[in-house]
């Protein structure tokens, strides 16, 4: 199989994050931080070397500030819900995925006022449309690194600058450019950055984290022992125990740190060149075929691995069972659990294809997708 669904989650993996996971599970699959004996105090390491690691790669200080969850949702919603109360406002956009727009839709009718900012069809979103649409009660600004359907990158850096001189905090949600893409996250200034580990970080599904920058304050959404300060009834007032209720995956974890440091050993500027390679040769080759309909900017550089395209005529759904079954290549087809982007891009309520290429996959790889897609669309021809 020819796997292009990188964007939903990479394989494969690289084997140092394999033989981590065996490792752990194997050997040191105690509770971290629970008890005193060799095994749970291993474990407990395996959990400090990959929050070092997280750190490092992403141009923290104090690791202490990542809070390790199951996925990037679980961290939108911690960011999400841990700040936001009834009478504030947000202001987010109209590329989001429902990992943002869900929970603020569950905040909004708590009394959270939400405006959402809108792209045009190509995923371009500019600071000055988010900066006026600040109020006096905007306590955060909830915005995606790059589109996961069409994978345009946001401004960031702007954006921050425009909400920091109105002292607002800003929640970057990196599904699609953490690992690939580099985020450093003291030197920008992201107050709050969600991340999932089963994508560009090359972790195990079951992981992902969010950081906390010291100027920002959550409240616990979910309750529990840490095994820190278990003589009290209430949650510990230090991080990262205040958000980690619960018995951490360990395997999955050491799993996520070993990914990490594949990305430092790689390189990441290497891993970005590959793809943001290998998405300009997909761009190229769609562009030829009579009927495609490529969304996004054409400039690859200019988003994450992600190539959203439609052929007239044809049900998404259906291109993408036949590249499956006839062609042995994996796409993900429909909304991608993004209805704003597709209403944004105009591809709304029947979806797009989406190929995503990742650091494992080739050129080769690519030819054999776009020559599928030709046959698919019935070889009408070059534009």
Known sequence: MIYLDNAATSHPKPEAVYRRVDDVLRNFSANPGRSGHGMAVEADRVIFDARESLATLFGIKHSDRIIFTPNATAALNLALKGLLKPGDHCVTTSMEHNSVTRPLKFLSQLGVEVTKVGATAEGILNAADIASAIKPNTKLVAVTHASNVIGTIT???EIIKAAHEKGVPVLLDAAQTAGPVGIDVE????????????????????????????????????????????????????????????????????????????????????IRAHEAGLCGQLIDGLSGIAGIKLYGVMDAGRRASVVAFNIDGMDPAAVGDRLDSEFGIAVRVGIHCAPDAHRTMGSFPKGAIRMSPGYFNTPGDIVTAVEAVRAIAGAKGQR
């Open 155 to 157: 401004p960031i850096e």
């Open 187 to 270: 030197g920008l200034g992201v107050d709050l950055l969600a991340c999932p580990g089963h994508k560009g970080l090359y972790g195990p599904q079951g992981t992902g984290f969010l950081y906390i920058s010291h100027d920002v304050r959550l409240k616990p959404i979910i309750f529990g022992g840490t095994g820190s300060r278990s003589d009290t009834e209430i949650m510990p007032d230090f991080l990262p125990d205040r958000y980690e209720a619960g018995t951490l995956n360990t395997p999955g974890i050491a799993g996520l740190g070993a990914g990490a440091e594949f990305i430092m050993s790689e390189g990441m500027d290497r």
